[in-house]
Nanobody, 129 residues
C-alpha cells in the first residue's frame, strides 16, 4: 500500500490549490480515505474524509465551504481542492487511509490520526503574502 501526496506550494491569501494523492496497492473506491494537516508546533488534524464509493464526505468545521475532497476512480487518485486560502491553512498536508473494515467515515473517529494505518509522505502548503 502506497500513498503519495503532491501539489503543495506557496500561495497568497485568497488563492487556491489542488492537492493530489496517488494511491496504489488497494482499490481507492472501496475504503474511507482522508486528508490531514499538521501546522508547525501543532498536532496533526483531520480536515476531510470521504467514505467508500463516495457515499458521504466530512469536513472539519474551519474548512467547510472552502475545501472539497474528491476522488478519481480511474486514476486511483484522491484530491483536495482548497479555495480562499488563509495563513492559518499553512501546514503539511497528508493523505491517509485506515483500510481494514473502515469503509465509512462515520463508522470510526475519522478525525483521529491514530485510526489510520497508511500515510502519504505529505506536501507543504504555505499561505503567505
Amino acid at each position: 500500500v502506497q500513498l503519495q501526496a503532491s501539489g503543495g506550494g506557496l500561495v497568497q491569501p485568497g488563492g487556491s490549490l489542488r492537492l493530489s494523492c496517488a494511491v496504489s496497492g488497494f482499490t481507492l473506491n472501496s475504503y474511507a480515505i482522508a486528508w490531514f494537516r499538521q501546522a508547525p508546533g501543532k498536532e496533526r488534524e483531520g480536515v476531510s474524509c470521504t467514505s467508500s464509493n463516495d457515499a458521504s464526505t466530512y469536513y472539519k468545521d474551519s474548512v467547510k465551504g472552502r475545501f472539497t475532497i474528491s476522488r478519481d476512480k480511474a486514476k486511483n487518485a484522491l484530491y483536495l481542492q482548497i479555495n480562499s486560502l488563509k495563513p492559518e491553512d499553512t501546514a503539511v498536508y497528508y493523505c491517509a487511509t485506515p483500510l481494514g473494515d473502515h469503509l465509512y467515515c462515520s463508522g470510526y473517529a475519522w478525525e483521529a490520526s491514530q485510526e489510520y494505518r497508511f500515510w502519504g509522505q505529505g506536501t507543504l502548503v504555505t499561505v503567505s503574502s
